[in-house]
Nanobody
Framework: QVQLVESGGGLVQPGDSLTLSCAAS????????IGWFRQAPGKGREGVSS????????AYTDSVKGRFTISGDNVKKTVYLQMNNLKPDDTAVYYC????????????????????WGQGVQVTVSS
């Protein structure tokens, strides 16, 4: 059973930075990806970024390109989401999720592809 534990959320001001972490455990697959998704109050779940831990392939949604950076440590099975220049629109509960993938797969932000999900962490950007 794959388990995901997120950490690093909090309350910050516009323009500030924050780093989220997602620690995964409970599997031995070589080819897998971890994605970050978010859900703001009254809105649907949105894919933010994803990374393959075997080859480092990444994907970002347009609204975070140039501000967020995803990275991973395959030994620790941990993924980080560095969020810079945060905006009030980034306020949401952030979830990490896990999926297996075939070799050389293109990273996608389709939530239906992900099989396991963390509990989520709150990120609030407010002055």
């Amino acid at each position: 059973q794959v388990q995901l534990v997120e950490s690093g959320g909090g309350l910050v001001q516009p323009g500030d930075s924050l780093t989220l972490s997602c620690a995964a455990s409970g599997f031995t697959l070589k080819y897998y990806a971890i994605g970050w998704f978010r859900q703001a109050p009254g809105k649907g779940r949105e894919g933010v970024s994803s990374i393959s831990l075997i080859d480092g392939a990444t994907a970002y949604t347009d609204s975070v390109k140039g501000r967020f950076t995803i990275s991973g440590d395959n030994v620790k099975k941990t993924v980080y989401l560095q969020m810079n220049n945060l905006k009030p629109d980034d306020t949401a509960v952030y979830y990490c999720a896990w999926r297996p993938h075939p070799p050389a797969a293109i990273m996608k932000l389709d939530a239906s592809l992900y099989e396991y999900w963390g509990q989520g962490v709150q990120v609030t950007v407010s002055s």
